[in-house]
């Protein structure tokens, strides 16, 4: 079974709302979460690396107001699109690893479509 | 910084060819190494790693890629290609160390089987 879980899989907003997409470690201490963003037909981009307890970092030009990110417990990491825009349509993706280097797993995905 | 490079967009077989798809990559050290495949809307499977030791690396559903350190590449391969293993792959990169999961992605290649 998966060992990261990603809500929802799908959400369509309007524009100008917040949308809030939960990644959550099932069965293991997820000390570092990432959050990836990939367009059609494009790869995946690193947005940010959370640790738990701590500030995230993000990766240049991706704007930290506008995409807010909590690492509150080592099961839990959210991202919050606030303010969303059409140009916010994109498939999210987040990734989980703790421990040993041996864990590092991804969520399933949440498209986000922006109306 | 870490780069990956998949040369090939897209490449289409026949079902029961051999398929290989080449990915290179840019890295001061020897990074961690990773394919993944991803099917229209969903997240990421991981198909194999590489951490260490034997550069042969046997990953699942039959695939299979090769560390090569002077050619700086991590080739995925496997020998008789079924119609299910159309879709989309990403070769990764990813540093040693505190950074470990934070992962550099290629453009992806997008495989086609034939019948």
């Known amino acids: 079974g998966a060992v990261v879980s990603q809500h929802p899989s799908r959400v369509i907003c309007k524009s100008g709302t917040s949308v809030k997409i939960e990644c959550r470690s099932l069965?293991?201490?997820?000390?570092?979460m990432f959050w990836y963003r990939q367009f059609p037909k494009q790869s995946l981009m690193l947005m940010a690396t959370?640790?738990?307890?701590?500030?995230?970092?993000?990766e240049q030009g991706v704007e930290k107001d506008k995409f807010l990110i909590n690492h509150a417990s080592l099961t839990l990491s959210t991202l919050t699109v606030t303010s969303a825009h059409p140009e916010d349509s994109s498939f999210y993706i987040c990734?989980?690893?703790?421990?040993?280097?041996?864990?590092?797993?991804f969520g399933s995905g949440t498209q986000l479509s922006v109306l | 910084a870490q780069s990956v490079t998949q040369p090939d967009i897209h490449i289409t077989v026949s079902e029961g060819a051999s398929l290989e798809l080449r990915c290179n990559y840019s890295?001061?050290?020897?990074?961690?190494l990773f394919w993944y495949v991803q099917s229209p809307g969903q997240g990421l499977q991981l198909l194999l790693k590489?951490?260490?030791?034997?550069?042969l690396v046997q990953g699942i559903k039959g695939f299979e890629a090769e560390f090569k350190r002077s050619q700086s590449s991590f080739n995925l391969r496997k020998p008789s290609v079924h119609w299910s293993d159309a879709a989309e792959y990403f070769c990764?990169?990813?540093?040693?160390?505190?950074?470990?999961?934070?992962?550099?992605f290629g453009q992806g290649t997008i495989l086609t089987v034939h019948p």
């Open positions: 990764a990169v990813g540093a040693r160390g505190t950074s470990y999961g934070k992962l550099t």
């Open positions: 590489y951490f260490s030791g034997d550069t």
């Open positions: 990734s989980a690893s703790g421990g040993a280097e041996e864990k590092l797993f």
């Open positions: 959370s640790n738990e307890g701590s500030k995230a970092t993000y």
């Open positions: 890295y001061g050290a020897t990074p961690y």
């Open positions: 069965d293991f201490q997820a000390t570092t």
